[in-house]
């Protein structure tokens, strides 16, 4: 399995961003899907998450402006990032986990929040 995420950009604090990672290969079916950051010298933190069943969940400092969702037709999941902040300015990672219990990353997208 191989995720190619996007969408990553320099955008200025009050903007909007979506990522989008696509999951690809042959004979595998994805759980849950998560999007993580790291920012520069610090620890790799998880944004939001989304399971199999819709299920969402948020990072605190996000879940009023940010919103994942998932197109399981497409093996995608998006991130909309609205109300950018600087502290927002990180390399993100989509993270799937397939229904074999084995867990995949993408190789990251920079978002950087300045003016």
């Known amino acids: 399995v191989q995720l190619q995420a996007s969408g990553g950009a320099l955008v200025q604090p009050g903007g909007s961003l979506r990522l989008s990672c696509v999951a690809s290969g042959r004979g595998f079916r994805i759980n849950a899907m998560a999007w993580y950051r790291q920012a520069p010298g610090k620890q790799r933190e998880l944004v939001a998450s989304?399971?199999?069943?819709?299920?969402?969940n948020y990072e605190e400092s996000v879940k009023d402006r940010f919103s994942i969702s998932r197109d399981n037709a497409k093996n995608t999941v998006y991130l909309q990032m609205n109300r950018l902040k600087p502290d927002d300015t990180a390399v993100y990672y989509c993270n799937i986990w397939t229904a074999t219990l084995r867990n995949f990353w993408g190789q990251g997208t920079l978002v950087t929040v300045s003016s």
């Open positions: 989304i399971t199999s069943g819709g299920s969402k």
